[in-house]
């Protein structure tokens, strides 16, 4: 399947790929089978704009999220947010939400050391790994709300439609809810 300007996105498929990327995409699969979770999945283009999650969304008929790993300047406390796709992020306004000082992004170094992901691939199935145990999950409410949502599966090239409930019973984490007031911005 071609979406816009090219993006690749294969046909949506079901089970796990025949080869895993890393240990993060295995184990997140392993989890999902093991628990006879029913999932839909696809593989792309990287997919890191917002152009490119339209063409995700339109392969699912689902919106993506993003999701955003954030951390405090020591680098002891993390935050694993997950807000919409096309709404902007403002640390401060994240922050002043949870009643927490300044946050910043977490680095890659942090990401892999924590997530077992890349930049453009944070995925909520991260706090499946030991080293996330004690990173808080915060999400939009919105976000919350709906039946299903699309994530990565660690790899900026393979995403995952997934329901909420499913997810937060498999990560064994319910988010702490949060309001995010920016405007949704589309692309041009």
Same mark, same amino acid.
């Given at each position: 399947?071609?979406?816009? +300007?090219?993006?690749?996105?294969?046909?949506?498929?079901?089970?796990?790929?025949?080869?895993?990327? $890393?240990?993060?995409?295995?184990?997140?699969?392993?989890?999902?089978?093991?628990?006879?979770? /029913? @999932?839909? #999945?696809?593989?792309?283009?990287?997919?890191?704009?917002?152009?490119?999650?339209?063409?995700? /969304? +339109? !392969?699912?008929?689902?919106? $993506?999220?993003? *999701?955003?790993?954030? $951390?405090? #300047?020591?680098?002891?406390?993390?935050?694993? @947010?997950?807000?919409?796709?096309?709404?902007?992020?403002? *640390?401060?306004?994240?922050? !002043?939400?949870?009643?927490?000082?300044?946050?910043?992004?977490?680095?890659?170094?942090?990401?892999?050391?924590?997530?077992?992901? !890349?930049?453009?691939?944070? *995925? %909520?199935?991260?706090?499946?790994?030991?080293?996330?145990?004690?990173?808080?999950?915060?999400?939009?409410?919105?976000?919350?709300?709906?039946?299903?949502?699309?994530? $990565?599966?660690?790899? =900026?090239?393979?995403?995952? !439609?997934?329901?909420?409930?499913?997810?937060?019973?498999?990560?064994?984490?319910? %988010?702490?809810?949060?309001?995010?007031?920016?405007?949704?911005?589309? =692309?041009?």
């Amino acid at each position: 399947m071609e979406g816009k +300007k090219g993006f690749y996105t294969s046909e949506v498929m079901t089970g796990a790929p025949e080869m895993f990327k $890393t240990e993060t995409q295995k184990l997140i699969y392993e989890s999902l089978d093991r628990a006879g979770i /029913d @999932y839909k #999945r696809i593989e792309s283009d990287p997919g890191i704009s917002m152009d490119d999650c339209l063409n995700i /969304d +339109k !392969a699912f008929g689902i919106e $993506t999220v993003k *999701t955003i790993l954030l $951390t405090n #300047r020591q680098k002891n406390k993390l935050w694993l @947010y997950v807000t919409h796709a096309r709404k902007a992020f403002i *640390t401060r306004e994240f922050g !002043a939400s949870l009643q927490i000082p300044r946050v910043s992004f977490a680095d890659e170094e942090l990401m892999m050391k924590i997530l077992g992901t !890349a930049h453009g691939a944070a *995925t %909520p199935f991260g706090l499946l790994r030991d080293e996330a145990r004690d990173v808080t999950f915060v999400m939009d409410k919105d976000v919350a709300s709906r039946d299903k949502i699309v994530i $990565t599966d660690g790899d =900026p090239c393979g995403f995952i !439609a997934i329901s909420n409930n499913d997810l937060f019973s498999l990560i064994g984490k319910t %988010p702490v809810l949060i309001e995010n007031p920016a405007e949704i911005i589309m =692309p041009e």
